[in-house]
């Protein structure tokens, strides 16, 4: 009975990344975002790979996202929809140790993260 108890617990997934390790309980939604210590060099790169396989619409002119319009910002949300796109899986938010996964929702105003 006591392993039937065990097993009802919430699983816990240990994603790891280059030097941090974040624990999330199974299931709990997750963001990619870019790193605040990334250059501009990468982040760009980031956008366009990003954009490069999923619609990045979002970030025109006029979109809920597109301010504020800064490298950081455009980045996130990017990076964002190619993780989500991919299916949540913590390689598709590395971007050469250049993002990070979170828990908490990074949407801000209108600009609702998927």
């Given at each position: 009975?006591?392993?039937?108890?065990?097993?009802?617990?919430?699983?816990?997934?240990?994603?790891?990344?280059?030097?941090?390790?974040?624990?999330?309980?199974?299931?709990?939604?997750?963001?990619?975002?870019?790193?605040?210590?990334?250059?501009?060099?990468?982040?760009?790169?980031?956008?366009?790979?990003?954009?490069?396989?999923?619609?990045?619409?979002?970030?025109?002119?006029?979109?809920?996202?597109?301010?504020?319009?800064?490298?950081?910002?455009?980045?996130?949300?990017?990076?964002?929809?190619?993780?989500?796109?991919?299916?949540?899986?913590?390689?598709?938010?590395?971007?050469?140790?250049?993002?990070?996964v979170v828990v908490t929702d990074p949407s801000y105003g209108n600009c609702i993260y998927a």
């Open positions: 009975m006591a392993n039937k108890a065990a097993l009802t617990l919430p699983l816990l997934l240990l994603l790891s990344f280059t030097s941090e390790t974040l624990l999330l309980v199974h299931g709990q939604k997750t963001w990619c975002v870019a790193k605040p210590s990334s250059d501009q060099a990468t982040l760009l790169a980031n956008i366009n790979y990003a954009c490069s396989q999923v619609d990045c619409r979002i970030l025109q002119k006029g979109c809920p996202c597109s301010l504020p319009d800064s490298l950081i910002n455009h980045a996130s949300i990017a990076m964002n929809l190619y993780y989500q796109s991919k299916g949540r899986n913590h390689w598709n938010c590395d971007f050469r140790n250049s993002a990070l």
